[in-house]
């Protein structure tokens, strides 16, 4: 079931997925690991164009593989120009030692 999804994704039905999820389970809040209801359905759309398909569909797989090493949630700065379709993510690190 996973690998049909992530080749429904890699065909371009991603936008259709999102918003269909979004439409079931927004109403309820339901709660989901990696699941933020706080962003709006349209930036998460944005977003998602802004990556492709295949990038999107990569890391669907990804996290499907390797769910509790990579769980952490988005980066620290994620970014997007949806007129050129870009986008950037950056993952900050500090240190409190002088």
């Not at 439409?23 to 759309?45: D, F, K």
């Amino acid at each position: 079931m996973i690998n049909d999804r992530i080749e429904e994704i890699e065909q371009g039905k991603f936008l259709e997925l999102i918003t269909q999820v979004d439409e079931r389970e927004r109403p309820r809040q339901t709660v989901c690991v990696g699941i933020n209801w706080e962003y709006a359905i349209e930036e998460l759309l944005q977003l998602a164009e802004c990556m492709g398909a295949i990038a999107l569909a990569s890391l669907c797989g990804l996290l499907a593989e390797e769910f509790g090493q990579r769980r952490g949630g988005m980066p620290d700065l994620c970014c997007w120009d949806y007129e050129k379709k870009r986008c950037l993510f950056v993952e900050g690190k500090y240190s409190l030692n002088k």
